[in-house]
Structures are given as C-alpha cells and as structure tokens.
C-alpha cells in the first residue's frame, strides 16, 4: 500500500478535479499541467540514449541527398565499379595478337669461343630474327567477344550491387522515420494517460472508482513508457546502419529523417514485370553469360581449327661470304581429343547459364509481383485508418471520456478506447513504412524510378 497516496486521500483533495481533467482531455487530448501529485510512483518518460541530449538538434536530411551520397562514397559500389572497369580492359586484350618473339643467334666453328671460324668459315654467322604465332582468322575475335560479355555482366553485376546499397539505406531510413514519427505519439499518448489516470484518481477520491482503475492506468503508462525505451534503442541501431552504407564515422552526428509520406506508384503490375527483363541487374548479368556462353561455344568449333607461325631470320656472316636469309612458316596443330571435351564443356555451360537465366526471371517476377500486391494492400490500408479507424478511434476514445465521467461507462473500456487510439495511429505508421519498403524494392528490381 502507498501510504502517500492514503495520506492524500485523508487530506481531501477537490472533488471536481476530475471535471477539469476531462475537460482538458476532450478539448483536443492536449497535456494539462497540474499540481496534482500522483497516488503512487508515476513512470517518467525515458530520457535518451547515448548523448542525445548533448547534441544539438541537426537538420532533417532528405532520402535523396543520402542516396547520392551512398552512390558517391560507400566502397562496395567503389569495389564494384572498378571490377567493371578492369574487365572492361580484358577484351582489347584477347583481341591482341600473342607477344613477337625476338631471337639473337651466334654461331661459331671450331671452338666454343665467341666469333670462332666468323673470318675464315661460311657456316660461322651473326643472326637476329623474329618469329610471331598467328591464331586462325576469327579466334581472336570470339575470344575478345567472350572477354567483353564477361564485362558486361560485371557491369550488370556492379549496378545491382549500387542498388542493394540504396536500396539498404531506403528500407533502413524508412524504419528509423517511423521510429522519429511515433515516438512523438508514444510521448503525447503517454500524456493523454496521465491525464486519464488523473480522472481516474479523481474518481477514487470521491468514492465513484475504485483503485484497481488506477493501478491499471499506471500499468498501461508503464507499458506504454517501455515502448518508448524501446525506440530509442532501435534508433541507434538504424542510426549505426545507415551511417556503415553512408560509409560514415559512427560518432557523426545522428540522422534526423524527413517525414514520409505516400508516394503513389503510378506503373502498373504488366508493366514492371516487362521490365524485368531488361532492368533487372541479376537478369542482365545473367543474360550478359548466355551470350559469352554462345560465343565460348563458337569459339571452342574455332579452336578445332590450326593456328600458324611464321618467322623471319638474317644471318651476317664475314665480309668474304654472302650472308643468310630465311622464311619459315609454322603451323600448330590441335589435339582433337582435348578440343572434343572443351566443346561438350561448352556446351553443357551454355545449357546451365540459361537454366540459371529462367530461374532467374522467374524468381525476380515472382518477388515484383509479391511486392507489387503490398504496394496496392499497403494503399488501401492506409485509406482504411485515414478514413476510417482513426477517426472512429479517436471519437470512441472522446464518447468514452464523456460516458466514464458520467459513470455511465467503466474504466476498462474507456481503457480499451485509449488504446485503440494508440493502436490505430501505430499501424497506420507501419503500414506507410511497408507501403514505402514495397516501393524501394519494386526499384531495385525493375529500376523503375520512383520520386
């Protein structure tokens, strides 16, 4: 038992404060300041973590500042991109023809000693030649072709890693905005129930409730005072998120987002998936192997195919004999049964990249179309507790009030309107989180731009 409490019970506090505190509280639900001392230990709000309260309050910061920042700084695009740009280079080197080979020769007669014989024998000479490998006509060609397909799906492959970076900062600054917005209405809700509870200790005191009502206002504060506890630390969470894709110092100043509101998604369901096929960054890498798999497959036919040399040498002799040329002409001829197994390679590579490519489709249309039915669900949603819940909700709570005051009403209803205030202003912040998380996904799938 709270002995403060039945002290103040004993020292007769106005009975009509209940009156004025309804009264407060059906004037809009806004704070009241009161005097009034709680009958027992009233929960206080949280204060926040970290050094919060040290820091001075920073300017919100727009989604689309953060993703050209994330576009600029964060090192797995920069890593990414430059493995793009590396194999970028490999096809201008597979359409090179191989290294020249230079060769110096000394021949010498009579004795192992340099230049021996080179006066008074023709067989003794000085030469320096050349000699190059020539593939067969078109080798070179396919092989550059196989290089610039393996490019462009690094290519590909470094755009889907820029848009799951963007993607990671969208869905991770949608939550911490929905953290930002509720905790105000966890803060005003949470007064809203002090006040409630005050009309319920005012009850109490003249004999019209009884304390269970206000032990159970106290319990729901309390609940309602972890909630917000909790916010604050999955803030701090999302906070260390967004600076790692931000690539920024986790002892920077914290985000503070923009408010959200609906964006309205003007494409329609047929046309996303279209445009998997052409946007999707896995389905264009994918598509990018089918085409280096085609021409590997070429390539590994042209390989059955002789490559040549052909080399050139002069050979100088003394001044008393003619010196020495000589042509030769090389060819290289493949071991068929070593080419047989590369084309069956080939060809089973090539089967398996567009094995991979369907699954592919079929698996990015299958999520387009899943995150497609949450944007449309997540709509009507919204307009349900828009139009609807909240409204009602809210007029509920505000009847009740009247009602409990009256005591035509009792405390756990009035209680079950309060919280489906609270419930009601909640999910409709989660359902605007989900709709905008469907969106960002939807972009990185289809590349479909979204303001």
């Not at 206080?44 to 989604?63: E, G, I, R, W």
């Not at 100043?253 to 923009?258: E, G, K, S």
């Amino acid at each position: 038992m709270n002995f403060a409490f039945l002290h103040r019970l004993a020292s007769g506090a106005p009975r009509f404060l209940g009156a004025a505190v309804l009264a407060s509280v059906l004037s809009g639900l806004s704070p009241i300041v009161t005097n009034a001392q709680a009958p027992m230990d009233a929960p206080q709000t949280p204060a926040p973590m970290k050094d919060q309260v040290s820091q001075p309050a920073a300017s919100p910061s727009p989604l689309a500042e953060l993703v050209r920042e994330v576009e600029q700084s964060n090192p797995e695009i920069a890593a990414a991109l430059h493995a793009w740009q590396a194999a970028a280079n490999v096809p201008k080197q597979a359409l090179a023809l191989p290294d020249t080979e230079i060769t110096v020769q000394q021949f010498s007669v009579g004795s192992p000693r340099p230049f021996a014989g080179y006066s008074n024998s023709d067989f003794a000479y000085v030469g320096i030649g050349a000699s190059q490998d020539l593939p067969y006509p078109g080798k070179r060609r396919l092989r550059s072709q196989v290089a610039e397909r393996e490019a462009d799906s690094m290519n590909a492959q470094s755009d889907g890693v820029r848009r799951q970076a963007i993607e990671a900062l969208k869905l991770a600054y949608f939550q911490l905005a929905y953290l930002q917005q509720t905790l105000p209405i966890l803060e005003r809700n949470d007064q809203v129930l002090a006040q409630i509870q005050q009309v319920a200790e005012s009850h109490y005191r003249v004999g019209q409730g009884n304390q269970q009502d206000v032990l159970k206002a106290q319990l729901q504060r309390t609940k309602l005072l972890q909630e917000i506890t909790m916010h604050h630390q999955q803030e701090e969470q999302l906070e260390a998120q967004i600076k790692q894709v931000l690539s920024r110092a986790q002892s920077s100043p914290d985000i503070v987002t923009v408010p959200l509101s609906q964006t309205v998604l003007t494409h329609g369901d047929i046309e996303l998936l279209d445009r998997v096929r052409d946007q999707n960054s896995d389905v264009r890498s994918r598509s990018a192997m089918v085409r280096r798999e085609e021409s590997q497959v070429e390539l590994s036919h042209k390989e059955f195919r002789p490559d040549f040399n052909v080399g050139y040498t002069y050979e100088h002799t003394s001044d008393k004999f003619r010196d020495y040329y000589m042509a030769s002409l090389g060819i290289r001829l493949p071991n068929r049964h070593r080419q047989s197994a590369a084309l069956a390679e080939a060809l089973q590579n090539q089967e398996r990249v567009k094995q991979e490519l369907q699954a592919e489709i079929q698996r990015a249309q299958s999520e387009v179309e899943q995150q497609y039915v949450a944007v449309r669900r997540t709509e009507d949603q919204l307009k349900i507790y828009r139009e609807g819940l909240i409204p009602q909700s809210e007029a509920t709570l505000q009847s009740g009030l009247a009602a409990y005051q009256s005591n035509r009403q009792d405390f756990q209803a009035l209680l079950y309107s309060f919280q489906d205030v609270l419930n009601s202003n909640l999910e409709y912040q989660r359902e605007l989180v989900e709709h905008e998380s469907a969106l960002a996904r939807l972009e990185r799938l289809t590349g479909v731009g979204l303001p």
